[in-house]
């Protein structure tokens, strides 16, 4: 019988069904409507509108580290840049500190259970340095491409961990997760980093190919727990279905590992806590 830790080294995820209670999603749920509510669209609307859109809204998002910020999907807008739909409904997702800036987001991320799975995986020294409200929404919500966590939160030697919590039932119509058992065991195909000058780029460190063919879809239940080593290539389809996939996910590595100034994401990492 494999342990929790043998079975992650071994696969590079664990689905936890049953993690968090209905409840504990739903009130997750509310509390991002409510941050969206009280998002003031218009103060930022420069943001998406200007024809300069790229690379403000590049420093938005690079500023985006220690705040709670709000993204856009791809297709939200009008070719003169107003919003097609309403605001809740356009936004792809909300970033990226969540878990230490907003008081339910912060007892989300560090609940008793996520506390003794961190324990159960050996994640000593891990610090929680990302979150995102992931939305999904039908009809609007846009496929993510294939990639590799440890891409976007680069440390050496890898370390990144993510923990992916679906808050509604996630199927393949409404685009859940895909992986491939055993992916992590290769090696970090790009960086995602800050561009010398401004800006951001994603750089290329090997390039083996991802293997789309052998991925298999990770359908899950709400309240299930899904644990991605950050080498393990995963992407998701769009939504084609009528219901939404809100998930949560939080993103750690281990406080102890050499975090280069130019990853994209910058915080206090000295303040950065863990799952207690
Ligand atoms: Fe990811």
Redesign the pocket.
């Known amino acids: 019988m494999l342990t929790l830790q043998d079975q992650f080294k071994q696969d590079g995820y664990l689905v936890l069904a049953d993690f968090n209670s209905e409840a504990s999603c739903d009130l997750l749920m509310k509390r991002a409507q409510e941050l969206a509510a009280g998002y003031n669209y218009e103060g930022h609307a420069s943001i998406f509108q200007t024809n300069e859109q790229t690379r403000t809204s590049d420093d938005y998002f690079l500023a985006s580290g220690d705040k709670i910020s709000y993204f856009f999907e791809k297709d939200a807008f009008t070719e003169s840049g107003e919003l097609k739909g309403d605001l809740f409904h356009s936004l792809n997702k909300i970033g990226h500190a969540l878990h230490d800036l907003d008081p339910i987001f912060n007892q989300f991320s560090r609940s008793p259970q996520l506390i003794k799975l961190a324990g159960d995986l050996g994640l000593n020294g891990y610090v929680l340095i990302q979150s995102m409200m992931i939305f999904k929404h039908a009809r609007i919500g846009g496929k993510?491409d294939i990639?590799q966590?440890a891409s976007f939160l680069y440390t050496e030697p890898t370390s990144c961990i993510?923990f992916w919590f679906a808050l509604e039932d996630a199927t393949i119509e409404n685009g859940c997760l895909w992986a491939k058992p055993g992916g992590h065991k290769t090696p970090l195909r790009d960086w995602f980093k800050r561009k010398n000058g401004g800006g951001t780029e994603m750089i290329s460190l090997h390039n083996a190919p991802f293997e789309p063919a052998e991925m298999i879809p990770l359908e899950v239940k709400k309240g299930t727990c899904i644990v991605?080593d950050g080498l393990l290539p995963?992407f998701s389809m769009p939504n084609t279905s009528g219901r939404s996939r809100q998930a949560y996910?939080i993103h750690t590595i281990d406080k102890n590992c050499r975090y280069p100034e130019e990853n994209w994401l910058h915080c206090d990492r000295a303040a950065l806590k863990g799952f207690v």
């Open positions: 993510v990639h966590d993510g991605l995963h996910s």
